[in-house]
């Protein structure tokens, strides 16, 4: 779809009104842009069909974005109970071995 936009004629227009040249045609580009974006989505219009699978697949990103975290989250977690296991585990040999020295007595 297109529409008619008669550039030259927006610019006689805008100066007759006292808009200097310079900031005429700075109007119409603007204008013109305006036009022709309006133009490209009258062209191109949003179904339901094609926002529903835009937001589908917005969707879908958000969610590997959660999984990869909640990995992460899990990686992290998982890496601090083993750190905290073998910590728990060393203290435990040493009070043993500690308690096993004391009463053993010395010849």
């Not at 909640?70 to 203290?91: M, T």
Request: net charge positive; proline share 3%; charged share 20%.
């Amino acid at each position: 779809m297109s529409i008619a936009f008669d550039t030259l004629q927006m610019a006689e227009r805008l100066e007759k009104a006292g808009v200097p040249a310079e900031q005429a045609k700075v109007h119409i580009a603007i204008l013109a842009d305006l036009v022709k974006a309006k133009a490209n989505r009258a062209a191109h219009p949003v179904t339901a069909a094609s926002e529903a699978k835009r937001l589908c697949t917005e969707i879908i990103a958000y969610q590997k974005t959660l999984e990869a975290k909640i990995d992460q989250s899990k990686a992290e977690i998982k890496a601090g109970v083993i750190r905290w296991l073998v910590s728990v585990g060393i203290i435990q040999m040493a009070l043993i071995a500690g308690l096993i020295l004391t009463f053993i007595p010395a010849h």
